[in-house]
């Protein structure tokens, strides 16, 4: 095993076990308690009965349902002198005790000592974390003595199911749900794009079989001490009137039947009518007065406004300050930061703060892949400010459509934004892997290194991947064979690792959800075996013998073993094996599999030229480029299976400024047969105008649109001649505002 891999697996089981130090047993725990105070380091066994003690109104509460419920190994004996006591301050149970000093919201006090365990809520949230840090000290059959403080950093903590593409099916909510409560995250917001019902049947109400299961969530949720939070959508074709209006109100009164008591309104991704500030506020107050407030049990409202970020504000950032203006101050608004994808820091919560009149609620776009489909985002959460909390009303982040995979991500935004100032990313993931996948943590962390960067995107949002072997990647590429069997070591932990998680049967969830890139990733670790038996065969030193006959056939076997892995993974490209929506699969792309390329490159050229042979030393062949003066498509990724050319979906408005273009270029002439492009938005053909360079010049030639949604724009007429570029710009004189969808194009 590669000695890097065994220095993380070492760190990894001595991190999780906390065995090096005296609070080992609150080492466990995560979120990081703010406080903990340990006066024995000698851990104790757990007992084998105890007495639980609280009042009566505590009976049916999440805190003692929980602790039951984890402790099934403990038996409960009224008689048994080691006792546990439960209580929200206040609680009659608690007189005897001395009093905790005051409690934060959903804060809590642990006390485990040699008689007894003593657990108080500032309110029965906080009881329930308590219960919750005490369940994750439990782990391993042992107990330590100390006393736990603790509350939280920020007041709202989780997830929006906000994505596009597949939405989450209900038993990845229900898991999801319980997630959160382990991890002390209080708030999902239901709000999946493809869900008709919150976005394009907005005025509709649920069909039965789907409002029951919301019914369940929102019951599951309150069990779990998470708010579930039902967002609606109803910019796209809202109409500003009094019965849009009553459609509106009527259909979250439908959701407060159902137990929904927290509601956001969304606003985003959207163009024309609905986009006006002054309208959303009115709408917005009206809610805030005519619903919310009829109801003593509904959360503050939240909503997320059209312009969420700050690179689509204009020179007087004149949406923000009206809604500041305008907006009731009890309405919470959401924010992505300076772009649509961005890590947030304390500039950008003063900057935004000031323009909206209250703290934003942040929208951290992270580890969601909607405009990264064809990747697994598996890496630790960093980046963020550890100085925000108090500027912040909630901080929610926005997940993939692989819900178990996301939970790597989320367990580090459960620490996070709980206790900011003690969040160490690298030591959270560590964490977060043996959470996920206990049985086998370490070849999911193995597995895990190569697939944490985004690659070039849209939002141009990267993630450190690959910083590990950046040094050995280097020297391999100099010929360096020691350097080279190290990297062969890598790959073949890497396909150990493929096969071990491909085998496991404890989480089938998760294993479904990462079999594409498994799958993938296993071919790319036998070509990286094959490349560097290539490398290590003409590194050696150069010798006055000519090459045998059977070096130069070692050769052209490990080449061709090379290829066969190379074409395993284009194929894979199109494959049944990738999800629904997914285009392609892409896995180490940061520093691996360049790397590797490379290094095909080299010892091609190098085994041609010393074993006379001729054999093919390009790895990829990636023919097409792109290039945008419209700033939000200058780096989409562009992709190409046969003779299908794909440009990344873009799923936020494109704004798309007069005489900007978009083109696409080859270096070779080819036969454009079709093109098509989907901008959700009606009558805008005649605003572009379609080119092709054929002979050394531009030629037009004629757009039509759908009539019909998406109102795709297609080129019939674009002919048959030899092209080398493809270009669309905006001829309208003024600004478009449409949608960059499901752009093919089709050439030979």
């Given at each position: 095993?590669?000695?890097?891999?065994?220095?993380?697996?070492?760190?990894?089981?001595?991190?999780?076990?906390?065995?090096?130090?005296?609070?080992?047993?609150?080492?466990?725990?995560?979120?990081?308690?703010?406080?903990?105070?340990?006066?024995?380091?000698?851990?104790?066994?757990?007992?084998?009965?105890?007495?639980?003690?609280?009042?009566?109104?505590?009976?049916?509460?999440?805190?003692?349902?929980?602790?039951?419920?984890?402790?099934?190994?403990?038996?409960?004996?009224?008689?048994?002198?080691?006792?546990?006591?439960?209580?929200?301050?206040?609680?009659?149970?608690?007189?005897?005790?001395?009093?905790?000093?005051?409690?934060?919201?959903?804060?809590?006090?642990?006390?485990?000592?040699?008689?007894?365990?003593?657990?108080?809520?500032?309110?029965?949230?906080?009881?329930?974390?308590?219960?919750?840090?005490?369940?994750?000290?439990?782990?391993?059959?042992?107990?330590?003595?100390?006393?736990?403080?603790?509350?939280?950093?920020?007041?709202?903590?989780?997830?929006?199911?906000?994505?596009?593409?597949?939405?989450?099916?209900?038993?990845?909510?229900?898991?999801?749900?319980?997630?959160?409560?382990?991890?002390?995250?209080?708030?999902?917001?239901?709000?999946?794009?493809?869900?008709?019902?919150?976005?394009?049947?907005?005025?509709?109400?649920?069909?039965?079989?789907?409002?029951?299961?919301?019914?369940?969530?929102?019951?599951?949720?309150?069990?779990?001490?998470v708010d579930f939070c039902w967002a609606i959508h109803p910019g796209v074709d809202i109409?500003?009137?009094?019965?849009?209006?009553?459609?509106?109100?009527?259909?979250?009164?439908?959701?407060?039947?159902?137990?929904?008591?927290?509601?956001?309104?969304?606003?985003?991704?959207?163009?024309?009518?609905?986009?006006?500030?002054?309208?959303?506020?009115?709408?917005?107050?009206?809610?805030?007065?005519?619903?919310?407030?009829?109801?003593?049990?509904?959360?503050?409202?939240?909503?997320?406004?059209?312009?969420?970020?700050?690179?689509?504000?204009?020179?007087?950032?004149?949406?923000?300050?009206?809604?500041?203006?305008?907006?009731?101050?009890?309405?919470?608004?959401?924010?992505?930061?300076?772009?649509?994808?961005?890590?947030?820091?304390?500039?950008?919560?003063?900057?935004?703060?000031?323009?909206?009149?209250?703290?934003?609620?942040?929208?951290?776009?992270?580890?969601?892949?909607?405009?990264?489909?064809?990747?697994?985002?598996?890496?630790?959460?960093?980046?963020?400010?550890?100085?925000?909390?108090?500027?912040?009303?909630?901080?929610?982040?926005?997940?993939?459509?692989?819900?178990?995979?996301?939970?790597?991500?989320?367990?580090?935004?459960?620490?996070?934004?709980?206790?900011?100032?003690?969040?160490?990313?690298?030591?959270?993931?560590?964490?977060?892997t043996h959470e996920v996948l206990p049985a086998h943590a370490d070849a999911l962390r193995?597995?895990?290194?190569?697939?944490?960067?985004?690659?070039?995107?849209?939002?141009?949002?990267?993630?450190?991947?690959?910083?590990?072997?950046?040094?050995?990647?280097?020297?391999?590429?100099?010929?360096?064979?020691?350097?080279?069997?190290?990297?062969?070591?890598?790959?073949?932990?890497?396909?150990?690792?493929?096969?071990?998680?491909?085998?496991?049967?404890?989480?089938?969830?998760?294993?479904?959800?990462?079999?594409?890139?498994?799958?993938?990733?296993?071919?790319?670790?036998?070509?990286?075996?094959?490349?560097?038996?290539?490398?290590?065969?003409?590194?050696?030193?150069?010798?006055?013998?000519?090459?045998?006959?059977?070096?130069?056939?070692?050769?052209?076997?490990?080449?061709?073993?090379?290829?066969?892995?190379?074409?395993?993974?284009?194929?894979?490209?199109?494959?049944?094996?990738?999800?629904?929506?997914?285009?392609?699969?892409?896995?180490?792309?940061?520093?691996l599999l360049p790397t590797l390329n490379d290094m095909f490159t080299l010892a091609t050229?190098?085994?041609?030229?010393?074993?006379?042979?001729?054999?093919?030393?390009?790895?990829?062949?990636?023919?097409?480029?792109?290039?945008?003066?419209?700033?939000?498509?200058?780096?989409?990724?562009?992709?190409?299976?046969?003779?299908?050319?794909?440009?990344?979906?873009?799923?936020?408005?494109?704004?798309?400024?007069?005489?900007?273009?978009?083109?696409?270029?080859?270096?070779?002439?080819?036969?454009?047969?079709?093109?098509?492009?989907?901008?959700?938005?009606?009558?805008?053909?005649?605003?572009?105008?379609?080119?092709?360079?054929?002979?050394?010049?531009?030629?037009?030639?004629?757009?039509?649109?759908?009539?019909?949604?998406?109102?795709?724009?297609?080129?019939?007429?674009?002919?048959?001649?030899?092209?080398?570029?493809?270009?669309?710009?905006?001829?309208?004189?003024?600004?478009?505002?449409?949608?960059?969808?499901?752009?093919?194009?089709?050439?030979?």
């Amino acid at each position: 095993m590669n000695r890097n891999l065994i220095l993380t697996a070492t760190v990894s089981a001595i991190t999780w076990l906390g065995t090096t130090n005296a609070t080992a047993q609150f080492a466990r725990v995560c979120p990081v308690p703010q406080q903990v105070e340990t006066s024995v380091a000698a851990m104790v066994n757990q007992p084998t009965q105890w007495a639980l003690r609280c009042d009566k109104q505590r009976l049916s509460s999440a805190a003692l349902k929980a602790l039951t419920e984890g402790t099934t190994h403990i038996a409960q004996n009224k008689k048994a002198p080691f006792t546990v006591t439960l209580g929200v301050v206040g609680d009659r149970c608690l007189r005897a005790l001395d009093k905790p000093t005051a409690l934060k919201a959903e804060g809590y006090l642990l006390k485990v000592a040699e008689k007894g365990i003593v657990i108080i809520g500032a309110d029965e949230r906080g009881l329930y974390y308590g219960v919750q840090t005490l369940l994750q000290s439990m782990e391993g059959g042992k107990m330590q003595y100390g006393t736990v403080t603790d509350w939280p950093d920020t007041p709202v903590r989780g997830t929006v199911e906000g994505f596009y593409g597949t939405p989450w099916s209900h038993e990845a909510r229900l898991s999801q749900i319980a997630f959160y409560g382990r991890h002390k995250m209080n708030t999902y917001i239901y709000g999946p794009k493809d869900d008709l019902y919150h976005r394009r049947f907005w005025r509709k109400p649920y069909p039965k079989a789907e409002a029951e299961r919301i019914q369940q969530l929102c019951n599951y949720a309150k069990a779990h001490a998470v708010d579930f939070c039902w967002a609606i959508h109803p910019g796209v074709d809202i109409r500003w009137d009094k019965a849009d209006r009553d459609s509106l109100v009527a259909k979250l009164e439908d959701m407060y039947a159902l137990g929904v008591r927290s509601f956001a309104v969304f606003f985003d991704d959207i163009t024309g009518e609905g986009t006006r500030p002054d309208r959303q506020a009115q709408l917005l107050n009206d809610v805030e007065h005519n619903f919310r407030k009829k109801h003593n049990d509904v959360a503050p409202l939240v909503m997320c406004p059209t312009i969420y970020n700050r690179s689509w504000t204009d020179s007087n950032d004149t949406y923000l300050r009206a809604l500041g203006k305008d907006l009731d101050p009890d309405i919470q608004v959401m924010w992505t930061g300076n772009a649509v994808v961005a890590d947030i820091d304390l500039e950008t919560m003063q900057w935004i703060n000031s323009r909206i009149g209250r703290n934003a609620y942040i929208w951290w776009n992270y580890p969601v892949s909607d405009y990264v489909r064809e990747r697994i985002l598996l890496g630790p959460v960093y980046g963020n400010g550890t100085d925000i909390a108090p500027l912040l009303s909630g901080f929610v982040s926005n997940p993939m459509e692989h819900a178990e995979a996301s939970k790597i991500a989320l367990y580090g935004v459960a620490d996070y934004t709980w206790n900011m100032k003690a969040y160490r990313p690298y030591e959270n993931w560590l964490q977060a892997t043996h959470e996920v996948l206990p049985a086998h943590a370490d070849a999911l962390r193995t597995f895990a290194l190569y697939n944490k960067d985004l690659g070039q995107n849209g939002h141009g949002y990267r993630r450190a991947e690959g910083d590990e072997m950046t040094i050995e990647a280097q020297r391999a590429l100099q010929g360096d064979i020691v350097a080279i069997e190290s990297l062969a070591d890598r790959c073949t932990t890497l396909r150990q690792a493929c096969d071990t998680l491909l085998a496991d049967t404890t989480s089938p969830a998760l294993v479904r959800e990462l079999r594409p890139w498994l799958l993938y990733t296993q071919c790319l670790a036998d070509y990286g075996t094959a490349v560097c038996n290539m490398a290590k065969m003409t590194a050696k030193e150069k010798t006055a013998n000519a090459a045998t006959q059977a070096q130069s056939d070692a050769f052209t076997q490990a080449h061709a073993q090379a290829r066969k892995a190379l074409n395993a993974m284009q194929q894979m490209q199109t494959s049944k094996v990738r999800h629904a929506l997914q285009p392609g699969i892409r896995v180490g792309t940061r520093v691996l599999l360049p790397t590797l390329n490379d290094m095909f490159t080299l010892a091609t050229t190098e085994g041609n030229r010393r074993y006379h042979t001729q054999l093919d030393s390009i790895a990829m062949d990636a023919p097409y480029k792109l290039s945008s003066t419209v700033e939000q498509l200058a780096s989409q990724p562009v992709t190409m299976v046969g003779d299908n050319v794909s440009v990344a979906d873009a799923n936020e408005v494109i704004h798309w400024a007069p005489d900007a273009s978009l083109t696409l270029a080859t270096d070779r002439n080819v036969i454009f047969s079709t093109f098509g492009l989907d901008v959700q938005v009606p009558h805008v053909a005649s605003a572009f105008k379609l080119q092709l360079f054929t002979n050394g010049q531009w030629r037009e030639v004629p757009l039509t649109q759908s009539s019909e949604a998406p109102y795709t724009l297609n080129a019939p007429t674009i002919g048959s001649a030899k092209a080398s570029r493809i270009k669309l710009t905006n001829v309208s004189g003024q600004q478009v505002d449409v949608f960059f969808k499901n752009f093919n194009l089709s050439a030979q």
